[in-house]
């Protein structure tokens, strides 16, 4: 035997020219020469790798060049792994195939290791476990295997790749920037003065306990596998699906959109306010109008400001990103200003003092002197206030009755932390609008009329009403912001580590400063001070600001500056976040919004965006637009915890958080202080959120992307469905809850669409979307040949059940016969106590047409199994003449002939049906037939009551069928219709008698040609060859000998089962076959002739009598009906009699546009008990 070789260069690729010949090349040195890899493959390919040896034929070799070496051929791979390791193992350069699903990889390189043949297959679609690892190394590579179930759209996205950030940075400082804003610098110290410490202490906790709750849920969550870029979105839609993460992901857009525009607020009046009030465009001298001028002012400036911060972030976010710092610099300044004034203000207190006029604070804007008069030179001088309160400046003038009679005195606004206020602080000072901020302590005598001799005194009055749950709306604000770590998690470095860590952290920290700063406040301010929202009586300072050290200008800017910041984070985060919405394809309507500059920059949203945060400019009220975004933020927050609870609870096989610090308990515990915060906060604007999300869930179930991601509301939906179906598993149901679960058998043509689609409508229109509809369909063949067929034909089902709204499942069966496939489905559809109990079915209308002569054969045996199996049936003739969905009658009847009680199902279909748009307008009426010794007026009184009882509204008619002689007609006919049966069955048996007998006999004749091959195999070679050829092309050998062909006759003439033919030795000759042929052709001439000398069978001249009958009273009747209903009888016991029973149907229902011939289950479906 001769051994084959392949010659190979030698390795490591073709030498340099001019280099010599005998020189060892680098790779020999290496180890290739001695069949060991190099470790990694070469940085700089071969310009020329030569190609791989194209396989000799065996005995053959290769003509051998100089410089060549003979290897053997079990030594090929190692040498081409030296020769191109990048082709083997792990060799695959992981920057060339990011992906698993690599396309560029060629197919036969995979294949290469002879070792892992057996895998060939699996290969092909399933990646090796070492490749799969290589590339799983760095996940940000990978789309698919990032984004969990997802489908391919998927991986067009771009990824950006950023510096990694750590805990710190990343996370802990921008959740900082967020948490800290506008609400501590600007509300504060108003909230303390009105709620008191105590329910200001409780207003905080309470918020810091919802988010810390909702932390370490998102904590569970984001350690539960890689999440990418989307965040907290993410994190809620996959896992509680794109119908809730639609919903909450477009709350939580609108929540951060509505930031944008507090924070854009936050930053005028602060510049309108503290650092530029005469930049203020609209003026006005009464109070009331003051405070229209100033929401103008904030209208305006507000509009200019937001269009600036758009054009900044359009221009470029990473000006943005490099200012974040700046901004988070300027909170952490301003909050370290506070507590070191806090601490200045143990020692040395500032000199800041307040004016009173009894008990009420007055404004210092219009004053300097707080007193009513001073003596200047001896002589008494009445001051500014003076002039407000009188009619005049001299002492003299008539003053404000309540000016008259009470002091002025003027009290340190801010008297330190050791001054003991703490006491008079502690408790609430709510107050109506318009109210004065007064000292509780302070004596005063109310005056018995107030003259006002100006429009507007200087009081320092309250501009909205106050109470505890309109400051839980306001202060909430404050305390989002927690997910400013999450939504960063595709640029962290370890975000499972940093986004739990960081966020924890920084909750931890604003609760102490915000806990800490509410005693400080109340420790050291006074409580009128507290409640001056604008420091109007500190001329119009910063309350704040005045505790601050070294300068209340700190505080100022620094408010400003973080403000403004924190205004351009929202713009720039709200934008992408509602791109990803619009990417992941949920909500159909927000495509547009998903397309953006060619780097990536949401532009269409960025637009979207602006104009949702000028309506809240609009508003101009930092106090209005705060608790709006409290309601977004706080939905998202409850959709987080359940998202927890939900996945815990389940069990889920794919939850296995990092994470270990979480229950259900504290989710849930959570998710209910969400929900309570929300009405605390204000009950309308709670629900008018709640309907926004309802209106977007329903929307996206309805018109949105199917998406399968593996969340947990289908995790509970399987739960549910579970314990449900073991619930209703226990004996059928009673016949108060008893509907049609219908099956609906449908026929495919040979492109696996739908024959007769209108079945779906009739199904739609009976069931209205109520109980349990499976759409079965049956393909013949073998499962392994007809799998894509079958993949087809239910997508074109689905697609139809889809147009027609039929809610309901598809499912198919592939079966060696169309027979065994629909008595599969009778049997086995359907899963516990949701089986069907109806089957429906077309009428099937080719049924006498010669070329499918026994599709009855099937449809009569399917009646049968439904009989069997104790379930309805409902069969519709001319099914294509049924009305759409979209139709209307808007008069006309539905009949229900009623001859034979079958447990009520005639009497539940027409009112099943009414409840449809389609047969609403249309009545019902209820014909039965009374036979001679039936008394028909008691029958109909009868009828009517059993009516009444049933609760259902129809027309009440008795049909008498008078006896008499049958006619000639019907003979006729019946004659006619036996005569075709025998036909049609003689056809049949003679065609399967051939076929058996040919079968048979040559199974016979091979054993006894292989007994004569023995001796002489070409002679009978020959005989074979000399009998076969010519009778074939003439027409079907018929090898039949005599027992059968007397069983042939016998068959004919009684109508009686062909006998089984028995295996009979025969001796083969030319003429004995020829003799053969003959007798059976006499014999089946003779048959046929025997045809037309029958007399019709008296069974079934009777059962043609009353079909023909009772088909004529139902023309009468119901010709013009919309609808007629009948009674279906049953199928003959002997099976011989099935083409006869068709034939039964068809005159029945002869001249009728539309019927459904329904078959009861053999029990009681409605009931007149309630």
Same mark, same amino acid.
């Given at each position: 035997?001769?051994?084959?070789?392949?010659?190979?260069?030698?390795?490591?690729?073709?030498?340099?020219?001019?280099?010599?010949?005998?020189?060892?090349?680098?790779?020999?040195?290496?180890?290739?020469?001695?069949?060991?890899?190099?470790?990694?493959?070469?940085?700089?390919?071969?310009?020329?790798?030569?190609?791989?040896?194209?396989?000799?034929?065996?005995?053959?070799?290769?003509?051998?060049?100089?410089?060549?070496?003979?290897?053997?051929?079990?030594?090929?791979?190692?040498?081409?792994?030296?020769?191109?390791?990048?082709?083997?193992?792990?060799?695959?350069?992981?920057?060339?195939?990011?992906?698993?699903?690599?396309?560029?990889?060629?197919?036969?390189?995979?294949?290469?290791?002879?070792?892992?043949?057996?895998?060939?297959?699996?290969?092909?679609?399933?990646?090796?476990?070492?490749?799969?690892?290589?590339?799983?190394?760095?996940?940000?590579?990978?789309?698919?295997?990032?984004?969990?179930?997802?489908?391919?759209?998927?991986?067009?996205?771009?990824?950006?790749?950023?510096?990694?950030?750590?805990?710190?940075?990343?996370?802990?400082?921008?959740?900082?920037?967020?948490?800290?804003?506008?609400?501590?610098?600007?509300?504060?110290?108003?909230?303390?003065?009105?709620?008191?410490?105590?329910?200001?202490?409780?207003?905080?906790?309470?918020?810091?306990?919802?988010?810390?709750?909702?932390?370490?849920?998102?904590?569970?969550?984001?350690?539960?596998?890689?999440?990418?870029?989307?965040?907290?979105?993410?994190?809620?839609?996959?896992?509680?699906?794109?119908?809730?993460?639609?919903?909450?992901?477009?709350?939580?857009?609108?929540?951060?959109?509505?930031?944008?525009?507090?924070?854009?607020?936050?930053?005028?009046?602060?510049?309108?306010?503290?650092?530029?009030?005469?930049?203020?465009? %609209?003026?006005?001298?009464?109070?009331?109008?003051?405070?229209?001028?100033?929401?103008?002012?904030?209208?305006?400036?507000?509009?200019?400001?937001?269009?600036?911060?758009?054009?900044?972030?359009?221009?470029?976010?990473?000006?943005?990103?490099?200012?974040?710092?700046?901004?988070?610099?300027?909170?952490?300044?301003?909050?370290?200003?506070?507590?070191?004034?806090?601490?200045?203000?143990?020692?040395?207190?500032?000199?800041?003092?307040?004016?009173?006029?009894?008990?009420?604070?007055?404004?210092?804007?219009? %004053?300097?002197?707080?007193?009513?008069?001073?003596?200047?030179?001896?002589?008494?001088?009445?001051?500014?206030?003076?002039?407000?309160?009188?009619?005049?400046?001299?002492?003299?003038?008539?003053?404000?009755?309540?000016?008259?009679?009470?002091?002025?005195?003027?009290?340190?606004?801010?008297?330190?932390?050791?001054?003991?206020?703490?006491?008079?602080?502690?408790?609430?000072?709510?107050?109506?609008?318009?109210?004065?901020?007064?000292?509780?302590?302070?004596?005063?005598?109310?005056?018995?009329?107030?003259?006002?001799?100006?429009?507007?005194?200087?009081?320092?009055?309250?501009?909205?009403?106050?109470?505890?749950?309109?400051?839980?709306?306001?202060?909430?604000?404050?305390?989002?912001?927690?997910?400013?770590?999450?939504?960063?998690?595709?640029?962290?470095?370890?975000?499972?580590?940093?986004?739990?860590?960081?966020?924890?952290?920084?909750?931890?920290?604003?609760?102490?400063?915000?806990?800490?700063?509410?005693?400080?406040?109340?420790?050291?301010?006074?409580?009128?001070?507290?409640?001056?929202?604008?420091?109007?009586?500190?001329?119009?300072?910063?309350?704040?600001?005045?505790?601050?050290?070294?300068?209340?200008?700190?505080?100022?800017?620094?408010?400003? %500056?973080?403000?403004?910041?924190?205004?351009?984070?929202?713009?720039?985060?709200?934008?992408?976040?509602?791109?990803?919405?619009?990417?992941?394809?949920?909500?159909? %309507?927000?495509?547009?919004?998903?397309?953006?500059?060619?780097?990536?920059?949401?532009?269409?949203?960025?637009?979207?965006?602006?104009?949702?945060?000028?309506?809240?400019?609009?508003?101009?009220?930092?106090?209005?637009?705060?608790?709006?975004?409290?309601?977004?933020?706080?939905?998202?927050?409850?959709?987080?915890?359940?998202?927890?609870?939900?996945?815990?609870?389940?069990?889920?096989?794919?939850?296995?958080?990092?994470?270990?610090?979480?229950?259900?308990?504290?989710?849930?515990?959570?998710?209910?202080?969400?929900?309570?915060?929300?009405?605390?906060?204000?009950?309308?604007?709670?629900?008018?959120?709640?309907?926004?999300?309802?209106?977007?869930?329903?929307?996206?179930?309805?018109?949105?992307?199917?998406?399968?991601?593996?969340?947990?509301?289908?995790?509970?939906?399987?739960?549910?469905?579970?314990?449900?179906?073991?619930?209703?598993?226990?004996?059928?149901?009673?016949?108060?809850?008893?509907?049609?679960?219908?099956?609906?058998?449908?026929?495919?043509?040979?492109?696996?669409?739908?024959?007769?689609?209108?079945?779906?409508?009739?199904?739609?229109?009976?069931?209205?979307?109520?109980?349990?509809?499976?759409?079965?369909?049956?393909?013949?063949?073998?499962?392994?040949?007809?799998?894509?067929?079958?993949?087809?034909?239910?997508?074109?089902?689905?697609?139809?059940?889809?147009?027609?709204?039929?809610?309901?499942?598809?499912?198919?069966?592939?079966?060696?016969?169309?027979?065994?496939?629909?008595?599969?489905?009778?049997?086995?559809?359907?899963?516990?106590?949701?089986?069907?109990?109806?089957?429906?079915?077309?009428?099937?209308?080719?049924?006498?047409?010669? /070329?499918?002569?026994?599709?009855?054969?099937?449809?009569?045996?399917?009646?049968?199994?439904?009989?069997?199996?104790?379930?309805?049936?409902?069969?519709?003739?001319?099914?294509?003449?049924?009305?759409?969905?979209?139709?209307?009658?808007?008069?006309?009847?539905?009949?229900?002939?009623?001859?034979?009680?079958?447990?009520?199902?005639?009497?539940?279909?027409?009112?099943?049906?009414?409840?449809?748009?389609?047969?609403?307008?249309?009545?019902?009426?209820?014909?039965?037939?009374?036979?001679?010794? /039936?008394?028909?007026?008691?029958?109909?009184?009868?009828?009517?009551?059993?009516?009444?009882?049933?609760?259902?509204?129809?027309?009440?008619?008795?049909?008498?069928?008078?006896?008499?002689?049958?006619?000639?007609?019907?003979?006729?006919?019946?004659?006619?219709?036996?005569?075709?049966?025998?036909?049609?069955?003689?056809?049949?048996?003679?065609?399967?008698?051939?076929?058996?007998?040919?079968?048979?006999?040559?199974?016979?004749?091979?054993?006894?040609?292989?007994?004569?091959?023995?001796?002489?195999?070409?002679?009978?070679?020959?005989?074979?060859?000399?009998?076969?050829?010519?009778?074939?092309?003439?027409?079907?050998?018929?090898?039949?000998?005599?027992?059968?062909?007397?069983?042939?006759?016998?068959?004919?003439?009684?109508?009686?089962?062909?006998?089984?033919?028995?295996?009979?030795?025969?001796?083969?000759?030319?003429?004995?076959?020829?003799?053969?042929?003959?007798?059976?052709?006499?014999?089946?001439?003779?048959?046929?002739?025997?045809?037309?000398?029958?007399?019709?069978?008296?069974?079934?001249?009777?059962?043609?009598?009353?079909?023909?009958?009772?088909?004529?009273?139902?023309?009468?009747?119901?010709?013009?009906?919309?609808?007629?209903?009948?009674?279906?009888?049953?199928?003959?016991?002997?099976?011989?009699?099935?083409?006869?029973?068709?034939?039964?149907?068809?005159?029945?229902?002869?001249?009728?546009?539309?019927?459904?011939?329904?078959?009861?289950?053999?029990?009681?479906?409605?009931?007149?008990?309630?």
């Amino acid at each position: 035997m001769s051994q084959r070789f392949v010659v190979t260069p030698a390795a490591g690729g073709p030498r340099e020219q001019g280099a010599p010949s005998g020189a060892a090349s680098e790779s020999e040195r290496s180890g290739c020469g001695s069949l060991r890899p190099s470790p990694r493959p070469s940085p700089r390919p071969s310009p020329s790798p030569s190609p791989l040896p194209e396989a000799l034929p065996a005995g053959q070799r290769a003509p051998r060049e100089p410089g060549t070496k003979v290897v053997k051929d079990d030594a090929l791979p190692i040498l081409h792994y030296c020769r191109e390791p990048s082709r083997y193992g792990d060799g695959t350069p992981r920057e060339n195939s990011p992906f698993i699903n690599n396309t560029d990889m060629e197919r036969e390189n995979i294949y290469e290791g002879k070792n892992m043949a057996l895998f060939e297959e699996e290969m092909d679609s399933n990646p090796m476990v070492s490749s799969l690892l290589n590339k799983l190394a760095n996940y940000t590579n990978l789309s698919q295997g990032v984004v969990e179930h997802e489908e391919d759209e998927d991986s067009k996205r771009k990824e950006i790749k950023a510096p990694r950030m750590g805990t710190f940075i990343g996370v802990y400082l921008p959740c900082l920037q967020n948490i800290l804003g506008v609400i501590l610098f600007l509300r504060l110290t108003w909230i303390v003065g009105a709620a008191g410490i105590l329910e200001s202490f409780i207003i905080v906790f309470m918020c810091c306990t919802c988010t810390m709750l909702t932390a370490i849920s998102m904590s569970a969550i984001a350690t539960n596998g890689v999440v990418p870029a989307g965040g907290s979105y993410y994190m809620i839609s996959r896992s509680l699906g794109p119908e809730f993460g639609g919903a909450v992901g477009l709350c939580f857009y609108l929540g951060t959109t509505f930031a944008g525009a507090m924070y854009i607020l936050g930053t005028i009046e602060i510049f309108l306010t503290y650092i530029s009030p005469s930049a203020a465009i %609209f003026h006005s001298e009464d109070g009331e109008g003051e405070n229209v001028a100033m929401l103008n002012n904030m209208r305006v400036y507000g509009t200019c400001t937001l269009a600036l911060m758009a054009m900044v972030v359009f221009v470029g976010v990473k000006y943005v990103n490099k200012l974040a710092l700046v901004f988070l610099a300027c909170v952490i300044l301003s909050i370290l200003a506070i507590y070191a004034g806090v601490i200045k203000t143990a020692f040395d207190p500032p000199s800041i003092s307040v004016c009173l006029l009894g008990n009420r604070t007055l404004s210092k804007r219009a %004053f300097d002197t707080c007193a009513k008069y001073e003596y200047r030179n001896n002589e008494t001088v009445t001051t500014d206030l003076w002039k407000l309160f009188c009619n005049g400046s001299m002492l003299s003038a008539k003053c404000d009755d309540y000016f008259a009679q009470n002091n002025v005195t003027e009290i340190k606004g801010i008297p330190g932390i050791a001054s003991g206020i703490i006491r008079e602080n502690l408790w609430s000072a709510y107050a109506d609008k318009g109210a004065f901020v007064e000292k509780k302590d302070k004596p005063s005598i109310p005056a018995s009329e107030e003259i006002k001799f100006i429009s507007s005194p200087p009081y320092v009055l309250t501009d909205i009403m106050t109470y505890f749950t309109m400051l839980v709306g306001i202060y909430f604000p404050s305390v989002t912001g927690i997910m400013a770590g999450s939504n960063r998690s595709g640029d962290l470095r370890d975000a499972q580590k940093s986004i739990p860590t960081g966020t924890i952290l920084a909750i931890v920290t604003t609760s102490f400063i915000y806990l800490s700063c509410i005693v400080l406040f109340g420790a050291c301010i006074e409580g009128v001070v507290l409640r001056d929202k604008f420091g109007e009586a500190l001329k119009g300072k910063l309350v704040i600001g005045m505790l601050a050290w070294p300068s209340p200008w700190v505080i100022v800017i620094g408010s400003f %500056f973080s403000t403004c910041g924190a205004g351009l984070q929202s713009l720039t985060g709200a934008p992408r976040l509602l791109q990803a919405i619009a990417r992941d394809g949920i909500v159909p %309507f927000l495509q547009v919004f998903g397309h953006g500059k060619a780097n990536g920059e949401p532009t269409w949203a960025l637009l979207l965006t602006a104009l949702i945060c000028e309506i809240g400019i609009l508003i101009a009220s930092l106090d209005s637009v705060a608790p709006i975004l409290s309601m977004f933020f706080l939905m998202c927050y409850m959709f987080v915890n359940l998202a927890c609870a939900v996945q815990t609870l389940l069990r889920t096989p794919n939850w296995r958080p990092r994470f270990k610090f979480y229950h259900w308990t504290l989710s849930f515990l959570g998710m209910s202080l969400c929900l309570a915060l929300m009405f605390i906060c204000s009950w309308y604007y709670a629900l008018f959120a709640m309907l926004i999300a309802g209106c977007i869930y329903k929307y996206i179930e309805y018109r949105g992307a199917e998406k399968e991601w593996g969340d947990g509301i289908r995790g509970l939906s399987l739960n549910a469905a579970r314990f449900a179906l073991l619930r209703v598993e226990h004996g059928p149901p009673h016949t108060k809850n008893w509907r049609p679960q219908v099956l609906v058998m449908l026929n495919l043509d040979s492109e696996q669409c739908v024959k007769h689609p209108r079945l779906l409508s009739f199904n739609t229109q009976l069931k209205a979307g109520k109980g349990l509809t499976i759409v079965g369909s049956v393909l013949e063949g073998t499962y392994l040949d007809k799998h894509q067929e079958a993949q087809r034909a239910e997508e074109n089902i689905r697609s139809l059940m889809g147009a027609e709204k039929t809610k309901g499942f598809c499912q198919l069966v592939v079966s060696s016969s169309l027979r065994d496939g629909m008595s599969h489905l009778i049997q086995s559809a359907g899963l516990g106590g949701m089986k069907h109990n109806t089957v429906l079915m077309a009428w099937p209308e080719s049924w006498k047409q010669s /070329d499918n002569p026994f599709s009855w054969k099937n449809f009569v045996d399917t009646i049968r199994d439904t009989t069997a199996a104790q379930q309805a049936l409902m069969v519709a003739k001319n099914i294509d003449m049924f009305p759409q969905n979209q139709e209307r009658f808007s008069e006309g009847n539905i009949d229900v002939w009623w001859i034979v009680h079958d447990g009520g199902m005639l009497m539940l279909l027409p009112f099943l049906l009414r409840q449809h748009k389609v047969w609403r307008k249309c009545r019902m009426r209820i014909f039965t037939v009374a036979q001679m010794d /039936d008394n028909s007026i008691q029958m109909k009184k009868d009828l009517q009551m059993f009516l009444y009882h049933l609760r259902i509204s129809a027309e009440v008619e008795v049909v008498e069928m008078v006896e008499n002689d049958i006619s000639a007609f019907t003979y006729e006919k019946t004659l006619m219709m036996e005569q075709r049966s025998q036909m049609l069955k003689q056809m049949q048996l003679s065609k399967n008698e051939r076929e058996r007998e040919i079968q048979s006999i040559s199974n016979e004749s091979r054993c006894s040609i292989r007994r004569k091959s023995r001796s002489s195999p070409q002679s009978i070679g020959q005989d074979v060859q000399a009998l076969l050829p010519n009778d074939s092309q003439e027409e079907e050998a018929q090898l039949i000998h005599d027992r059968n062909t007397a069983s042939h006759s016998a068959a004919v003439a009684k109508t009686k089962e062909v006998a089984t033919p028995e295996k009979v030795q025969m001796t083969w000759t030319k003429e004995k076959l020829i003799s053969e042929k003959h007798k059976n052709k006499d014999t089946n001439a003779a048959g046929f002739r025997d045809l037309f000398t029958l007399k019709p069978n008296q069974s079934n001249v009777r059962r043609m009598h009353t079909a023909v009958k009772l088909n004529g009273v139902v023309l009468n009747k119901s010709q013009d009906a919309q609808l007629v209903l009948l009674n279906m009888p049953g199928p003959p016991k002997n099976r011989q009699g099935d083409e006869n029973y068709m034939e039964f149907l068809e005159v029945l229902t002869e001249g009728l546009n539309r019927v459904l011939l329904v078959r009861g289950g053999g029990r009681e479906v409605i009931t007149i008990y309630s």
